[in-house]
Structure formats: C-alpha cells, structure tokens
C-alpha cells in the first residue's frame, strides 16, 4: 500500500534538541537510525533495469559535505542482499521467477547540491512482461540494528499483446514513420507549421494511450548540426520544445491528445540560436529536416510522487511526502517513454517539416512585417544529400 511519510526522501537528518536546567549547551544530533531509500522504475521496452538502493546518513559536517564522503549512503556488500521477483498477474502470491541484483559504478550523475563523483547502483538483465507485477526485496543488516526486510510492488505500464510483445505507444498525428510509429501506415503527414502567408493556428498532437498510463508529458527536438569549416569537426546540438501534460484515469483508452502554438518555434529558435555572418563564420550549421517527438508515461504511483514532491507554492512550505515502499521510502514505480525515431534511425523516418516551414527557417519568407523576429539571421541550411531543393518531397 502506498502512504504518506513525513521523514524525508533522500537524505534525511534527524535532529533532537535536549535541554536542562541548568546546562547551556545544545545536542544537536540524534542517535543514528538506519532508513533505506529505494528509487526504481521500470520500463517494459527495456532490458536493464537500474535501481538506486542507498541509506541515511547523519554527522555533525554540513549535508553537502557529508554527501562527499565515499560510501556514506550506501549499504556494503555484508550490510545489503537484494532481489526483484517476478510475480504472477492473477495471483501475486505466485513467484514465478526472481534476479538478485548486481551493483555496478557511475560517474555520471549530474552534479547538484549533493553531488558525489562515483555513486553505487544496482540492475538487473530480463525483458519483462507487462501483464505481470515485480516486487524488489532489500534484505538489510547493519550492525547494531535488529535486521529487516524492505520491499516494494508495481506494475508495469503498457499490455502484452498474444504473442506476448508489448504493444506499440506511437504517435498518430503527425503520423511519422520511425521506431515507435505504426509501420502500416504508408500515407504519412508531414509537420507543416506554416500556411500560405502565415503561421498555423495551432497544430494537433495525438499520441496513443498505454494501459495503467496516468501521467501524459509529451515534447520535441529540433536538431541541428554545426561543421567547422576547416576541419569537419562536427558538433550536434538540439533546442526541446515542451508540449504540454495531461493526467487521465488509468482505466483510459482514449488517443492521448495536445494543441501547440506553431509560431513558438521560429520565436524559439529565434531566442536560442546565436546569430551568425555565414560569410565570416568559421562553421556551416545544417539544420535536420526532422522534428523528434517524445511521450513519457508514468504510472500512478510515480504521477502522485511526482506531484507531491514539486516545490510548495503555498505559504505552508511543510508538505507531506509520498512513498509506496514498505519499511523504508521513496519509489517503486513503472514509466515508459517512447519517440517517433531511434538514434540510430534518425533521418529514416522521412522528412517531417513540408516546404513552407523549411523555407521559413531558412529564408524567413512568411512571416508578417510585423514580427520582430526572424530566423534567417541564423544561417541554417539544408546539409548536401539530405534534400537540397526544399520544394521537394524529401522521403
């Protein structure tokens, strides 16, 4: 069952203030408690699982100097055994199946207020089926504590179709070719932000829902490449647009529909891309003729995590936290995100932006007198063999 908790999520200090009397001086720091914080989500389109298992720590240093220290919220190999079962959809009381959990190193968390170089995580290797439920057990023993078991249950965003595959999440509108897009669909529409003298009013989005989906968060990219003009190093960059977000009932089956505004992305690229004198330049910038679209899911105990732990917008700042794990906290939960390509078929899903868009891009041909922005100033132009002639079709 999941519950609310008032100890904190990630690294928790617990303070008792003693006073007497006739003495002065103030205790600050109270008798350390092992609590085990367990992060996981699990993705049924993927194979290996991470999940972050660590502890809280205490000391009499500043947090942020603490959370240096090597190992000081991470259990030992003698203090920790955990396992994710397989459990069987109909009856959670069968196991069907169970993967001990190997640790592994990284370095490339990205820093923050508690940063720390190297960071010990666990995974583990199987392609899971979404009919079923997995639960994570975390055995621990540390020394001077009585043993105890913490675990938590979730299931698993999408469906399994007959033959057992996960069925596709794909993006109906526009309707793309790509790694997550039906591939019987042969007459595709391509992103056309631009009408005969204007921008669109709005353009519509539709992705298709996924089974115990609840959260909706859905975004694009615009790629663009940078070549330098006397050595072909080559640097890739990217500008995301959000969409929008949209909470539904889990039980939902309905396409998963957004509205954005088309004019927002010349304003953006106007504001993002530094200008340049294509003359002077000492670097080509190509821009890519197709816009990636991405949909990430989350289940409802990762939407109402989410949710719970935003920044306080209210005058009370003291807020509840969330935690569906027994005898510890923190989260348990599935996501899914899926896109209209994969990195290694990024320019195989066709041309996405139709000519007026591209020209406007490329020659800010459209737009009203009034506007005070522009993008031809930021010399892009179609790189050789992608689609030289914009008034072509590009496929």
Not at 270 to 292: C, E, K, M, P
Not at 338 to 350: A, C, K, L, N
């Amino acid at each position: 069952m999941s519950r609310f908790t008032s100890i904190g999520i990630l690294f928790s200090f617990f303070f008792t203030i003693l006073f007497t009397s006739c003495e002065t001086e103030i205790d600050i720091i109270a008798p350390q408690r092992d609590v085990t914080i367990i992060y996981g989500l699990l993705e049924a389109n993927k194979t290996r699982h991470f999940i972050r298992i660590n502890k809280a720590f205490v000391g009499e240093k500043a947090a942020s100097e603490l959370a240096q220290e090597p190992g000081i919220n991470e259990y030992t190999d003698a203090e920790l055994t955990a396992f994710v079962q397989e459990l069987d959809g109909n009856d959670t009381s069968v196991v069907i199946q169970e993967w001990i959990l190997n640790d592994t190193t990284i370095t490339s968390k990205e820093e923050g207020e508690f940063y720390n170089e190297e960071n010990k995580i666990y995974y583990f290797d199987t392609g899971l089926n979404p009919n079923n439920m997995y639960r994570i057990v975390a055995l621990v023993n540390v020394e001077g504590e009585d043993p105890k078991r913490v675990s938590a249950v979730t299931g698993l965003i999408g469906r399994a179709s007959s033959e057992g595959d996960l069925e596709q999440v794909f993006l109906t509108k526009p309707n793309l070719i790509g790694a997550s897009s039906d591939p019987s669909q042969a007459d595709r529409a391509e992103v056309e932000f631009v009408g005969p003298t204007d921008y669109t009013n709005a353009y519509d989005i539709t992705w298709l829902s996924a089974q115990s989906g609840v959260s909706y968060t859905s975004y694009y990219r615009f790629y663009y490449t940078e070549v330098n003009k006397t050595t072909g190093e080559r640097r890739r960059d990217s500008i995301l647009f959000p969409i929008g977000s949209r909470r539904v009932d889990p039980n939902n089956t309905a396409p998963i529909n957004f509205t954005i505004n088309p004019e927002e992305f010349f304003i953006t690229i106007d504001r993002v891309v530094d200008d340049i004198d294509t003359q002077s330049a000492d670097f080509y910038r190509y821009a890519s003729d197709t816009l990636q679209f991405f949909l990430e899911i989350a289940d409802n105990d990762l939407a109402t995590y989410i949710e719970v732990n935003r920044p306080a917008t209210e005058i009370v700042q003291e807020q509840p936290e969330y935690t569906n794990v027994v005898n510890g906290i923190g989260i348990f939960a599935s996501r899914l995100i899926v896109s209209t390509r994969s990195r290694q078929r990024e320019f195989e899903s066709g041309r996405v932006l139709r000519s007026r868009t591209l020209e406007e891009l490329l020659y800010s041909k459209s737009v009203l007198p009034q506007n005070t922005y522009s993008t031809i100033n930021k010399g892009f132009q179609l790189e050789s063999g992608r689609c030289n002639d914009v008034t072509q079709n590009c496929r």
